[in-house]
């Protein structure tokens, strides 16, 4: 994969809790992967997810879904009620805009620019809006427009399917971390860093069927080996970025998942499958503190 494949496409393999639709009668094109640590009368499964989807991809079925059948506690990221979805709007414009009197051109050449008023109209976004957007919000707002073009569905998603699975059923849903600490590793690095991640965008762009068949065919395939090429590596080039999209939430995450192995039961954690991969991702850690890691499937 091209080395400039960083964020915020990979993003949606960490972050951004909207989600894509699957039937469990649909033949499966799609096993990701699912790994399971036991401890005394507790099991915890870790689902490697993606927060958007081609609506194509058939990934519900065999012993994923026996999984989510018999979960008693389903994890995700944030669980994302209508209330909180109202907070994350807020949350984005308090933290989206820049300041008066500031605006991207500050923070781009004036051909960076063309071409980002250029992907703006293409994709229906007001050129007189996003030249006062924060570069990580024009980011976001480019990735996920330029994706959903490219046939990635916005609305049904791996965490929304199961989370509507096992809400009929009335299982307990909780979370890793709270709406204000994720949103925050989406805005929360100075603006030249950030003017960074927007040139990554407009980068990005130019290669976006290319960029979308890496990501997609690594998170199918299940294979950890693609996973990290397709998703860790290019993210360590910016290591600022990285560590607090990816390194500081695994770390933190761990005392959450370890009081759910004292659990006498058997949950699933949902989380974007970056989480899960590389010499700092979840598993590590975890297989780093002692507990024995089985890759299910």
């Known amino acids: 994969m091209n080395s400039f494949v960083k964020v915020p496409f990979i993003a949606l393999f960490i972050i951004f809790s909207v989600v894509v639709s699957a039937t469990a009668e649909e033949e499966l094109n799609a096993k990701p992967a699912i790994w399971l640590v036991e401890d005394d009368a507790s099991k915890v499964y870790f689902l490697g997810s993606v927060h958007l989807l081609p609506d194509d991809v058939?990934?519900?079925?065999?012993?994923?879904?026996?999984?989510?059948?018999?979960?008693?506690?389903v994890v995700f990221e944030v669980h994302m009620t209508p209330n909180r979805h109202?907070?994350?709007?807020?949350?984005?414009?308090?933290?989206?805009?820049?300041?008066?009197?500031?605006?991207?051109?500050?923070?781009l050449t004036e051909e960076e620019m063309d071409f980002l008023f250029d992907q703006a109209r293409a994709y229906g976004i007001?050129?007189?809006?996003?030249?006062?957007?924060?570069p990580w919000f024009a980011s976001v707002a480019l990735s996920i427009s330029a994706i959903t073009r490219e046939g990635w569905n916005p609305e049904p998603g791996v965490d929304k399917f199961i989370e509507k699975t096992v809400a009929s059923r009335g299982v307990k849903i909780s979370a890793l971390e709270t709406l204000e600490e994720q949103m925050a590793t989406l805005y929360g690095y100075p603006l030249e860093t950030q003017a960074e991640m927007l040139r990554d965008t407009l980068d990005q762009l130019k290669e976006?069927?290319?960029?979308?068949l890496e990501m997609i065919d690594s998170w199918t395939s299940g294979d950890e080996n693609l996973m990290?090429?397709?998703l860790i590596n290019p993210m360590k080039q910016q290591r600022d970025v990285y560590n607090k999209?990816?390194?500081?939430?695994?770390?933190?995450?761990?005392?959450v998942i370890e009081g759910l192995l004292e659990k006498e039961q058997i949950t699933l954690v949902v989380a974007g499958a970056a989480h899960f991969i590389g010499d700092d991702g979840v598993i590590k850690l975890l297989a780093d503190k002692g507990y024995m890691i089985k890759r299910v499937q």
Do not use: C
């Not at 058939?58 to 506690?73: F, H, M, R, S, T």
């Not at 109202?86 to 500031?102: H, I, K, P, V």
């Not at 007001?126 to 924060?134: G, L, R, V």
């Not at 976006?208 to 979308?212: D, E, F, R, Y």
């Open 126 to 134: 007001p050129t007189a809006s996003i030249i006062n957007f924060k």
């Open 86 to 107: 109202r907070q994350a709007q807020r949350l984005t414009l308090q933290n989206g805009m820049l300041s008066e009197g500031d605006s991207l051109k500050n923070y």
């Open 58 to 73: 058939k990934w519900y079925g065999g012993d994923l879904k026996a999984i989510v059948d018999k979960a008693e506690e």
């Open 208 to 212: 976006i069927k290319q960029v979308t």
């Open 245 to 255: 999209l990816l390194v500081q939430r695994n770390n933190n995450w761990i005392p």
């Open 228 to 230: 990290i090429e397709a």
